[in-house]
Nanobody, 122 residues
């Protein structure tokens, strides 16, 4: 059974840091992505990483603050979030692709995790 299980969310003050993890099981994935959805807003792309981890992509809103990485032995992808802002508050979702493409929209991802809440207080 294919599963993506996120962890690491929580409550943090503005300027703080959190590291999200996403453990994959059931198959090997080509690329991973992180998305987020704030209350009353649509889900948006945050970051992505290709196989084996040399190429990364970021939304402009998180560039320079967030870092995506992957451990191909543990089949885990991480999102290190630094200098957090209240506007980063959202449910963060891990997603995975089984085939390579340069499309990083939601529709391009085949599997999704259940989401983890990140709340940044001002």
């Amino acid at each position: 059974q294919v599963q993506l299980v996120e962890s690491g969310g929580g409550l943090v003050q503005a300027g703080g840091s959190l590291r999200l993890s996403c453990a994959a099981s059931g198959r090997t994935f080509i690329s991973y992505g992180w998305f987020r959805q704030a209350p009353g807003k649509e889900r948006e792309f945050v970051a992505a990483i290709t196989w084996p981890g040399r190429t990364t992509y970021y939304a402009d809103s998180v560039k320079g603050r967030f870092t995506i990485s992957r451990d191909n032995v543990q089949d885990t992808v991480y999102l290190q979030m630094n200098s957090l802002k209240p506007e980063d508050t959202a449910v963060y979702y891990c997603a995975a692709k089984t085939r390579y493409s340069n499309n990083w929209s939601e529709e391009a991802f085949d599997y999704w995790g259940q989401g983890t809440q990140v709340t940044v207080s001002s």
